[in-house]
Every structure is written in structure tokens, then in C-alpha cells.
């Protein structure tokens, strides 16, 4: 499920962030939990519905969840590579 929440930071305007909810999937890195967000996408083409799956890493300071939790996460600034994405 994707929402948009407006957020604002000391000397900055507002911003439009990603939330996103989904399952656990991993939770054996430090201070990192890769979560499987399921949308449903319309392909033009044929203008029917299929269900896409997408993992996203997130920040989860001090590996709170475990495989199986459902979760929201909020877009933000890059903590490394791969991981643009923490917790709420």
C-alpha cells in the first residue's frame, strides 16, 4: 500500500515522502530489515491488474522486528547504498 505523507524539517520546505507497508523478510543484518511490499500495478497494454512484489531495505535501530512482522516504512535521506527507506 503506498501513501504520501507531508513532512517538514528544521529550515527546509515540505516534501511529499513514500510510506509504504509490508512484510519482514529478513532481519539478519545489523540495524537493517528488508521488507516485501505486494501493489497492485494496471498494465496499459491489456488494462488488467497483476500484483507486483518489490523488496526495499530499511533502517530498523536495534533490529526491533522479526521475519513475519507487518510494517510501515517511510522514504528518506540515504543511510547507504541500498537503504533510503526507516521504520516508523
Known amino acids: 500500500m503506498k501513501k504520501t ?4 524539517e528544521e ?28 501493489q497492485y500495478v494496471m498494465v496499459p497494454k491489456y488494462k488488467k491488474f497483476v500484483k507486483t512484489n518489490k523488496k ?9 522486528k522479526k521475519i513475519g512482522d507487518k510494517v510501515e516504512i517511510v522514504e528518506c535521506r540515504p543511510i547507504s547504498k541500498d537503504k533510503h527507506f526507516k521504520l516508523i
Open 5 to 8: 505523507i507531508n513532512t517538514t
Open 11 to 38: 529550515g527546509t520546505a515540505k516534501a511529499n515522502k513514500k510510506v509504504l507497508s509490508g512484510v519482514v523478510t529478513s532481519d539478519k543484518m545489523k540495524d537493517t530489515i528488508v521488507v516485501s511490499v505486494q
Open 56 to 64: 526495499y531495505k530499511a533502517h530498523d535501530a536495534g533490529n526491533t
